[in-house]
């Protein structure tokens, strides 16, 4: 196989490649990398809505699902606050004890359930 084609050989050889081409294909690849985010029916909104409530009104933990254009992540804390189209999560870290909290959107949560400490009361 041809030395241009491995590593960054298709870079290095070609001469006339201009910085914004590069920097284009470079997006291109990045961009082919993004997870597509999932439809949620209408019953999983009330479900996903429901759950956050109750965690607010309660003070129970719960694990949420959230989308990120690069990896989907699970967290887990406790709902204090909300506003139209985002809520507050306070999370704890339980090796250190210290507290911290995110604004997440309503949009990106894709699945949400309670703690196992809920499901035990």
């Known amino acids: ?4 084609l491995e590593m960054n050989g298709l870079w290095e050889s070609s001469r006339m490649t201009l910085p914004q081409h590069k920097e284009s294909a470079i997006r291109f690849q990045k961009e082919k990398q ?9 019953q999983e909104i009330h479900f ?3 759950t ?8 129970k933990t719960v694990r949420l699902t ?14 204090t606050r909300s506003k139209h189209g985002e809520f507050r999560l306070d999370i704890i870290d339980p090796f250190s004890g210290e507290e911290n909290w995110n604004w997440i959107r309503f949009q990106d949560v894709m699945k949400v359930e309670f703690s196992k400490e809920w499901s035990e009361d």
């Open 48 to 50: 996903i809505s429901a």
């Open 52 to 59: 956050l409530s109750q965690s607010q009104i309660y003070k």
């Open 66 to 79: 959230i989308y990120d254009k690069n990896q989907v992540r699970t967290t887990s804390g406790i709902v």
């Open 34 to 42: 993004f997870i597509q985010r999932q439809a949620l029916d209408e």
């Open 1 to 4: 196989m041809s030395k241009k």
